[in-house]
């Protein structure tokens, strides 16, 4: 399942088994026209591809968020309607990392099943060396990132070698760590210093709750889109040849 060009061979009871949820919400979300409609093959069944699977994932992913299927409906409305599912995995794995903690426990089994595919050991390695999860110190459970599982799992067939994902991510920890302290000392000493000295002020209180509440994923947002953009930039200017 490597990109959202993949015909749609998922039943509703498959891919519900798929997402972790029922199918009884899977057709609860293309009623409200949160899914769109099944591709109708022989037999008049219904079937879902890559691109219903993630935008469920994201849906799901939402409401974890707190927000409500009102609010979800909004969101979805402002997404570009030619997203393709490997977009929408991105998309989701932004969200999950707004979270407190995204991660949960769980055994081999469940961990292939939302995965969607068997796993070999040199898959886990290369989960682990992107991230995704933890290998469990004896026979218990991985501590699996859900926001980052479904990503890695397409990445999982794309050519690279396992030291080039390491090195990669030593790459990215190491720039936004540093980008995450400058943009801390930032808020630290242009806004939360200012607000220290109105403290005693009910209203500035309460808009400094408010854009707490807010900076993260605002902050988040904002460094995804220069990545991208500096990313094209850079392998533009790597791979073109003179």
């Known amino acids: 399942m490597a990109t959202g060009t993949e015909e749609p061979t998922l039943t509703v009871d498959e891919l519900a088994a798929r ?25 008049r069944v219904g079937h879902y591809g890559p691109a219903h699977l993630s935008r469920l994932a994201l849906i799901e992913e939402l409401q974890r968020q707190g927000m409500t299927l009102a609010a979800i409906e909004r969101y979805l409305e402002q997404l570009p309607p030619d997203l393709s599912a490997h977009d929408l995995a991105i998309h989701r794995a932004l969200v999950a990392s707004w979270a407190p903690d995204a991660a949960e426990d769980m055994g081999r089994a469940e961990l292939e099943r939302r995965a969607g595919r068997a796993l070999t050991e040199a898959d886990v390695d290369r989960l682990a060396a992107m991230g995704v999860l933890e290998r469990p110190a004896d026979a218990g459970a991985y501590r699996v990132d859900v926001g980052l599982l479904r990503l890695g799992a397409e990445l999982l067939d794309v050519p690279i070698a396992h030291e080039t994902i390491l090195a990669a991510r030593t790459v990215l920890l190491e ?19 200012p607000y220290r000295e109105r ?18 994923p605002m902050v988040l947002q904002a460094l995804l889109t220069a990545f991208q953009r500096s990313l094209k930039e850079e392998l533009r200017a790597a791979f073109t040849t003179e």
């Open 175 to 193: 720039h936004t760590r540093s980008a995450a302290h400058e943009l801390t000392r930032l808020f630290r000493d242009e806004v939360w210093g």
């Open 19 to 43: 997402a972790g949820v029922t199918v009884r919400t899977v057709r609860f979300y293309g009623t409200r026209g949160l899914l769109p409609p099944p591709v109708i093959g022989p037999r």
């Open 199 to 216: 403290e005693s002020d009910p209203e500035h209180v309460k808009a400094m709750k408010s854009l707490s509440a807010h900076m993260q």
